[in-house]
């Protein structure tokens, strides 16, 4: 399993965010505490600020990493004979798509491609894709997106 890009970009980013906002709210008590007898407010909301940009920042997170299972955010590896191809034609803002949905045999669950090759797909093909699982609002089925593998 491959993490995806909210794993590889989304992670490092919003630690880095966690920890400027540690940063400014020590600083600023830092300021506050040697300056405690003059009544040093800016600094105490300083360290709110700081406290603001970390908590946000790992609600922001939480709520973009929903839902939280891993074959939501993880690329896994998956092969199989095919048993059925066909395509669905998917509007894209003011263009359309191409989506071609793959059953494999001893599996029922259907893999979506985005890729023109899987067009050369037939029955019988053996194919090996990476799919991560996607959520959709409101549906009680969530499918699985591939990326291209191979096939023999």
């Not at 506050?32 to 003059?38: S, T, V």
């Not at 709520?63 to 095919?82: C, L, N, R």
């Not at 494999?104 to 894709?129: C, E, F, M, W």
Request: with cysteine; aromatic share 16%.
């Amino acid at each position: 399993m491959r993490p995806g890009q909210g794993i590889l970009i989304g992670l490092p980013i919003a630690g880095f965010f966690v920890l400027v906002g540690i940063a400014v709210a020590v600083i600023f008590f830092i300021k506050w505490w040697r300056h405690r007898d003059y009544n040093y407010n800016d600094s105490i909301f300083g360290v709110w600020i700081g406290a603001v940009i970390v908590v946000g920042t790992i609600v922001i997170t939480a709520a973009s990493f929903w839902p939280y299972q891993k074959e939501y955010h993880y690329w896994t590896p998956v092969e199989g004979t095919v048993q059925d191809v066909s395509s669905r034609i998917l509007p894209s803002g003011e263009a359309a798509e191409q989506k071609f949905v793959v059953r494999l045999a001893d599996n029922p669950t259907l893999y979506g491609i985005q890729d023109t090759r899987a067009a050369l797909l037939k029955r019988g093909d053996h194919v090996s894709l990476s799919c991560k699982r996607v959520w959709e609002f409101g549906s009680g089925e969530h499918g699985w997106d591939c990326r291209w593998g191979e096939y023999r």
